[in-house]
C-alpha cells in the first residue's frame, strides 16, 4: 500500500481534525445549551442563539473560504515539491481576509435590527438577538484570522495544531458559558445571553492568539506583508469567490429554514435550533475524513498520482461511512435524551422527538457528500463545488422547502427539505469524481 494512503496516515489527519471540527460548533452549541437552561425565557434565549448562530455561521462560512483556498494551493505546492513558491502567499491572504472581515462587521452592525426582523425575530426573541449579536460579531474577524492559519497548517499536513488550537477555544468556552451566564454567587452576577456572546467572544481571541503563536513556533511561513502581489493571488480569489457564491448558496438554505421555523412559532425556531446544532456536530465530525481527503488529496493532485487519489477516495468515504453509521447508531440509542441537552420546555422536546429521525438517517448521504466535498476543495475544483450547491440549493432544497409548507407539514418539510438537498449534492460530486478519476483515466 502507497505510504500516503494506509489506514494510519489518513487518521494521522483525520483524527485531529475531527476533533479540531467538533469544536468549532461548540460554541454555538454550548451557547444554545447553557442558555436553553435557563429559568426565566429559557425558549426565548435559545431561538435568538439559533437565529443569530445561523446568520454569524453564514458570514464566516462565506467569508471563510480562502482557508480550503490557501490549504488547497499549499498542499498541492508541497506535492508538486514547490513550497518556496508561495512563502508571500499566506500573509497577503489573511491581510485581504481581515481587511474585509472589517468591512462586513461594520455594515453589518448598522442594520443589526433590521437583519433579524427579516429573519421573522421579534418581541424579547429580537431583543435577546440584537443583545447577543453586538457582543459576538466582534469575534467575527478573530475567527477568519484563526481559519486562515488553520488553512495554512492543513495544507502543510498538520491537523494537530488546529486541533490543539480549537479545543482551547471549545473549553474556554465551556467555561465562560457557565461562569458568565450563571453567575459565580459573590462575585459575578449572572450575565443571562449577554454572557454567553461574551464567553464565545473570549474564546475567539484566545484562539487567534494562540494560531499566531503556534504558526510563527512550528511553521517557516511569514505573516509579515510583502510586495509584489503574488501571482497565485488571482488564482486564490478566483477561488475563494467561487466558494463564496457556493457558500452563499449553502446559507440560504441555512437562512430559509431559519425564516420559516420562527414563522411558526418559537417552540417551533427552539426545537429547529436543537436539530440544526446537532447536524452542524454531526456534520463537523465527518469532516475529519472530509479533512483527509482534501489535505492528502491535494498534495497527490499536485504530484499527478492519481491511482492514489482514488484510493484515497474510497478509503476516506469508507472511514466516513462507518463514522455516520456509528453516530446513527449513538442517535437511536439515545433518541429521547439528545434534546434535553439543550432544553427543559415539554412543548419543545416533544416536537424535536417528532422529526429527530430525519436528521438521524441523513448521516450516511451526509457522510459521502462531505468527504467527496473535502477531496474536490484539495484538488481546486472550487467552480464545479459552486455550481453543486447552486443546484442542490435552488433544484432541490427551495422548491422542497416551499412545497412543504404549502402542504402544511411544518417543521417536517424543513428537515425533508434538507435532505433533499444532501441527497443532490452527494449525488453530484460522486458522479463527476468518478467521470474525472474513474480507471479509464490512468
Known amino acids: 500500500m502507497r505510504p500516503e494512503i494506509t489506514f494510519k496516515n489518513i487518521n494521522k489527519i483525520a483524527v485531529p481534525a475531527l476533533l479540531a471540527s467538533i469544536a468549532e460548533p461548540l460554541l454555538s452549541s454550548t451557547d444554545a445549551a447553557v442558555v436553553g437552561n435557563l429559568e426565566t425565557n429559557a425558549t426565548e434565549?435559545?431561538?435568538?442563539?439559533?437565529?443569530?448562530?445561523?446568520?454569524?455561521?453564514?458570514?464566516?462560512?462565506?467569508?471563510?473560504?480562502?482557508?480550503?483556498?490557501?490549504?488547497?494551493?499549499?498542499?498541492?505546492?508541497?506535492?508538486?515539491?514547490?513550497?518556496?513558491?508561495?512563502?508571500?502567499?499566506p500573509a497577503q491572504a489573511i491581510f485581504f481576509n481581515l481587511v474585509l472581515s472589517i468591512i462586513v462587521l461594520a455594515s453589518t452592525s448598522i442594520f443589526i435590527k433590521p437583519i433579524f426582523q427579516l429573519l421573522n425575530a421579534e418581541g424579547q426573541v429580537l431583543?435577546?438577538?440584537?443583545?447577543?449579536?453586538?457582543?459576538?460579531?466582534?469575534?467575527?474577524?478573530?475567527?477568519?484570522?484563526?481559519?486562515?492559519?488553520?488553512?495554512?497548517?492543513?495544507?502543510?499536513?498538520?491537523?494537530?495544531?488546529?486541533?490543539?488550537?480549537?479545543?482551547?477555544g471549545a473549553f474556554t468556552n465551556i467555561g465562560m458559558d457557565f461562569l458568565l451566564v450563571y453567575g459565580w454567587e459573590g462575585y459575578i452576577d449572572p450575565m443571562h445571553i449577554e454572557g454567553a456572546a461574551w464567553a464565545s467572544?473570549?474564546?475567539?481571541?484566545?484562539?487567534?492568539?494562540?494560531?499566531?503563536?503556534?504558526?510563527?513556533?512550528?511553521?517557516?511561513?511569514?505573516?509579515?506583508?510583502?510586495?509584489?502581489?503574488?501571482?497565485?493571488?488571482?488564482?486564490?480569489?478566483?477561488?475563494?469567490?467561487?466558494?463564496?457564491?457556493?457558500?452563499?448558496?449553502?446559507?440560504?438554505a441555512f437562512i430559509l429554514a431559519v425564516r420559516v421555523a420562527t414563522d411558526l412559532g418559537k417552540v417551533?425556531?427552539?426545537?429547529?435550533?436543537?436539530?440544526?446544532?446537532?447536524?452542524?456536530?454531526?456534520?463537523?465530525?465527518?469532516?475529519?475524513?472530509?479533512?483527509?481527503?482534501?489535505?492528502?488529496?491535494?498534495?497527490?493532485?499536485?504530484?499527478?498520482?492519481?491511482?492514489?487519489?482514488?484510493?484515497l477516495a474510497k478509503r476516506c468515504v469508507n472511514y466516513g461511512l462507518m463514522m455516520a453509521c456509528l453516530l446513527l447508531i449513538v442517535g437511536m440509542i439515545f433518541y429521547s435524551s439528545f434534546g434535553t441537552i439543550f432544553s427543559k420546555e415539554p412543548d419543545v422536546l416533544e416536537l424535536f422527538n417528532q422529526f429527530f429521525f430525519i436528521v438521524l438517517i441523513s448521516l450516511p448521504i451526509n457522510g459521502v457528500a462531505f468527504i467527496y466535498d473535502g477531496i474536490f476543495k484539495g484538488l481546486g475544483k472550487m467552480k464545479y463545488l459552486r455550481n453543486v450547491l447552486l443546484v442542490s440549493t435552488f433544484v432541490g432544497f427551495v422548491p422542497t422547502l416551499?412545497?412543504?409548507?404549502?402542504?402544511?407539514?411544518?417543521?417536517?418539510?424543513?428537515?425533508?427539505?434538507?435532505?433533499?438537498?444532501m441527497i443532490f449534492r452527494a449525488v453530484a460530486l460522486v458522479w463527476k469524481f468518478n467521470a474525472d478519476f474513474g480507471q479509464s483515466k490512468d
Open 45 to 89: 434565549a435559545l431561538a435568538a442563539v439559533g437565529i443569530v448562530g445561523a446568520f454569524l455561521s453564514m458570514l464566516i462560512w462565506i467569508l471563510g473560504q480562502t482557508r480550503s483556498a490557501i490549504s488547497a494551493l499549499i498542499s498541492q505546492h508541497l506535492g508538486a515539491d514547490k513550497l518556496l513558491d508561495i512563502k508571500s502567499l
Open 127 to 168: 431583543d435577546y438577538c440584537i443583545q447577543y449579536y453586538k457582543i459576538r460579531v466582534w469575534g467575527f474577524p478573530l475567527t477568519l484570522f484563526t481559519f486562515a492559519i488553520f488553512g495554512i497548517f492543513r495544507g502543510l499536513q498538520n491537523t494537530t495544531w488546529p486541533m490543539v488550537i480549537a479545543l482551547v
Open 201 to 252: 467572544l473570549i474564546a475567539q481571541f484566545l484562539m487567534a492568539i494562540l494560531a499566531y503563536i503556534l504558526l510563527r513556533q512550528k511553521t517557516s511561513i511569514s505573516l509579515q506583508l510583502s510586495f509584489p502581489i503574488h501571482p497565485e493571488i488571482k488564482n486564490l480569489v478566483v477561488m475563494s469567490l467561487n466558494l463564496f457564491v457556493r457558500t452563499l448558496a449553502l446559507n440560504i
Open 268 to 311: 417551533v425556531i427552539a426545537a429547529h435550533t436543537i436539530a440544526i446544532n446537532i447536524w452542524l456536530f454531526s456534520a463537523f465530525f465527518l469532516d475529519g475524513y472530509a479533512s483527509a481527503g482534501n489535505i492528502l488529496g491535494g498534495k497527490l493532485y499536485g504530484a499527478n498520482d492519481i491511482f492514489s487519489l482514488r484510493i
Open 402 to 421: 416551499y412545497i412543504s409548507q404549502y402542504f402544511d407539514w411544518g417543521i417536517f418539510g424543513i428537515w425533508i427539505a434538507f435532505l433533499v438537498w
